[in-house]
């Protein structure tokens, strides 16, 4: 695992945690909008990224090495916990670490009970459809029909795009059938959880699939202080990968927020 750093270390601390197939640049344009004001840290997740060659193994595992680091390099607390996807389900199992962790968390379109029909299904299709998905012809297609398929505000920087050539072709099937089978498969939301003193909002798409909002419902059962957002008309993390400005609006007001007595 690596980790990218934005901001004077001496600030509050934020961790924002990438998707399964992306890798640190995922929060790239946040992380320097907030690192005026915070330190902000970007995990590049074992697999993905520049640390590609490396097995990821679990939700799990992932929680296990963050938190070595941010008891090593934070003091063993974060002022604000954020992740989408994947990322998402490591905040929770985080979550259940430590009640005191975090401050604030944000949960983006994650999932936190296992699905494991389609796992099997995502899986068969990268086996069979693996190689036009991920491969470099595949990765600079994607990036060439975006302009016909969202709108401006949603396209890649430059910047972002490069990193996307050079990231994504990287992936290893290896690594998606593993994020998968335990992401979608197996991982189940710790009953420790409820312990958690942090302030949560749940985040997800209106156009999302029925278990990422079943997942939402599902955790503020867990904690009922979790705030639900439900933001119109979008996917399955848009307001992360696409949508920094609108990312950036809704999080830093919730930031701000003071704590219920």
């Known amino acids: 695992m690596n980790f990218h750093e934005f901001g004077n270390k001496d600030y509050p601390h934020i961790m924002l945690i990438h998707g399964g197939g992306n890798a640190w640049w995922n929060y790239l344009r946040q992380a320097r909008a907030l690192s005026d004001r915070y330190h902000v840290i970007l995990p590049t997740l074992d697999g993905h990224g520049e640390e590609y060659a490396t097995n990821y193994i679990s939700t799990e595992d992932t929680a296990d090495k963050l938190m070595v680091y941010i008891e090593e390099k934070c003091d063993g607390r974060l ?131 029925k278990c990422v909002k079943k997942s939402a419902r599902m955790f503020k059962s867990y904690m009922p202080s979790c705030e639900i957002y439900e933001a119109k008309g979008y996917n399955h993390g848009y307001l992360a990968l696409y949508l920094p400005d609108e990312w950036l609006e809704i999080a830093e007001a919730f930031f701000r927020r003071k704590a219920l007595d």
Do not use: H
């Open 79 to 209: 002022f604000a916990l954020c992740g989408v996807s994947l990322g998402g389900q490591i905040v929770m199992e985080l979550l259940s670490r430590k009640p005191d962790l975090t401050q604030k968390a944000i949960i983006d379109g994650s999932i936190c009970y296992p699905n494991p029909v389609m796992a099997r299904l995502c899986i068969a299709a990268i086996r069979s459809c693996g190689g036009l998905l991920f491969s470099k012809k595949a990765c600079s297609f994607q990036l060439a029909v975006m302009p016909k398929m969202v709108p401006e505000k949603m396209l890649y920087p430059e910047e972002i795009k490069t990193y996307y050539m050079q990231d994504m072709p990287m992936i290893r099937k290896e690594t998606l059938y593993t994020v998968y089978r335990t992401y979608m498969m197996q991982y189940m939301l710790k009953d420790s959880v409820r312990e958690s003193t942090a302030q949560v909002m749940y985040w997800y798409g209106e156009k999302e699939m």
